[in-house]
T-cell receptor, first 115, second 113 residues
């Protein structure tokens, strides 16, 4: 399977705990994106990487959120001191930027529930 | 301030008929538009796209129309099949303003047998 994979698929945690999610993009894709989706809404952009460089961060990404893509392959998204408002589906997408327009391909998501 | 709007939260269509899903946007800098389909417990799946240099793009049963002057696009599915029942998201990006996509809230399509 050469699609985008995300782990874990589900995470339940208590308020104040730290959580980390992993995304493995399609292997030849140089761009990786993180989105958050809540019920009844479309995905909202959080941040993206081109290779290992983090090029853009949304205002939604508070100081408690950090993302890395250390070797330009997989990425991790960490949320520190989780809050109930962090409960959402966290989606990862990857794309191949070759100039012009690009299409992003999404993974299945990690559903986070903060109690 | 929603830059991409999908004003119909849900739509029901009979199998074999046409489904028309609509999307409006406010940012005139958007120049690339995509439709994604999402089943429960899965990530969005890319369906079809259109750039601002075109007004129509077709792929099998799916056709996307773009009306730049009205800042409106639509997705036509003909004929509709029960397997098309899903949530459909419209997304837009502006190539000169970064690479993130802006998504609409989605329209839930139900195709009735």
């Amino acid at each position: 399977d050469t699609g985008v994979s995300q782990n874990p698929r589900h995470k339940i945690t208590k308020r104040g705990q730290n959580v980390t999610f992993r995304c493995d993009p399609i292997s030849e894709h140089n761009r990786l994106y993180w989105y958050r989706q809540t019920l009844g809404q479309g995905p909202e952009f959080l941040t993206y990487f081109q290779n290992e460089a983090q090029l853009e961060k949304s205002r939604l990404l508070s100081d408690r959120f950090s993302a890395e893509r250390p070797k330009g392959s997989f990425s991790t998204l960490e949320i520190q001191r989780t809050e109930q408002g962090d409960s959402a589906m966290y989606l990862c997408a990857s794309s191949l930027r070759t100039g012009g327009w690009e299409t992003q391909y999404f993974g299945p998501g990690t559903r986070l529930l903060v109690l | 301030d929603q830059q991409v709007k999908q004003n119909s939260p849900s739509l029901s269509v009979q199998e074999g008929r046409i489904s028309i899903l609509n999307c409006d946007y406010t940012n005139s800098m958007f120049d690339y538009f995509l439709w994604y389909k999402k089943y429960p417990a899965e990530g969005p799946t890319f369906l079809i796209s259109i750039s601002s240099i075109k007004d129509k793009n077709e792929d099998g049963r799916f056709t996307v129309f773009l009306n730049k002057s009205a800042k409106h696009l639509s997705l036509h599915i003909v004929p509709s099949q029960p397997g098309d029942s899903a949530v459909y998201f419209c997304a837009a990006s502006a190539s000169d303003y970064g690479q993130n996509f802006v998504f609409g809230p989605g329209t839930r399509l139900s195709v009735l047998p």
